[in-house]
Nanobody, 123 residues
């Protein structure tokens, strides 16, 4: 499974962005997919995840109510809608596919990683 994340950019506080994560090669329709982010000098941390059919999602506390993860398996694409962006959301965002089908925040469960897309939120 090869993943490619896109949709990042430079925005202002309060703006919105939608990230996309598309798989090429083998489909990831049977896999849970997660979004993670890594700010400069910090570890990569969990942001959101979605189960294989989209019925279950989970979020890191600081993004609950602002970010929404969804997927369209017919398009082999997972989305991360980010609203009310804050400067502390600035990071490189990565998508990843797990070997399991159920959503998880455990980074160790994720086997396949995309290359990351930069999100910068100015104050």
């Amino acid at each position: 499974v090869q993943l490619q994340a896109s949709g990042g950019g430079l925005v202002q506080t309060g703006d919105s962005l939608r990230l996309s994560c598309r798989s090429s090669g083998r489909t990831f329709s049977n896999n849970a997919v997660g979004w993670f982010r890594q700010a400069p000098g910090k570890e990569r941390v969990f942001v959101a995840s979605i189960s294989w059919r989209g019925g279950t999602t989970s979020y890191e506390d600081s993004v609950k109510g602002r970010f929404t993860v969804s997927r369209d398996n017919a398009k082999n694409t997972v989305y991360l809608q980010m609203n009310s962006l804050k400067p502390e959301d600035t990071a490189v965002y990565y998508c990843a596919a797990a070997l399991r089908s159920w959503a998880t925040s455990d980074v160790q469960e994720y086997r396949y990683w995309g290359q990351g897309t930069q999100v910068t939120v100015s104050s």
